[in-house]
């Protein structure tokens, strides 16, 4: 399986480690989108596209974001759970929509992303400061 095309749409601020997202396209076939880049504690890294999970409210029977207080629909306050903040607790609340089966695709695609990120931001600088350079008329 190729990687076809990576496609960066950076959404940098000042202090946020979300740095970009990425829509990646394999084969010419097949896109995967929402792709986040974020700056970790040891620099760069890919996280996949992920939703949020659900349970069902005990009172309508209506699903619910899992760790709220309150339901949506009927407003019934939901079962406290525990505050558990660890890496584990934390992503089972969001599960992935897509993922790398073994880690030498996941380098792949970690790879290319970045490659892309790189390029992407080299070519904004660059059009900032012929933007800077360039005065308005």
């Known amino acids: 399986m190729e990687i076809t095309e990576v496609r960066i749409s950076l959404r940098e601020k000042e202090g946020k480690r979300l740095k970009a997202y990425a829509t990646v396209t394999f084969d010419n076939s097949f896109a995967v989108r929402n792709i986040k880049i974020v700056e970790g504690n040891n620099g760069l890294f890919v996280a996949m596209p992920a939703k949020k999970m659900k349970l069902f409210c005990p009172r309508c029977g209506r699903k619910v974001d899992m ?23 934390r992503q089972s609340i969001h599960q992935d929509l897509a993922h790398p089966i073994n880690q030498q695709f996941r380098d792949y695609l970690q790879s290319k992303i970045l490659d892309a990120y790189y390029r992407e931001k080299e070519a904004q600088s660059k059009q900032k400061t012929s933007e800077e350079i360039t005065p308005k008329e």
């Open 67 to 89: 760790g709220s207080r309150y339901c949506n629909h009927c407003g019934a306050q939901l079962p406290i759970t525990p505050k558990d903040t660890s890496i584990n607790a």
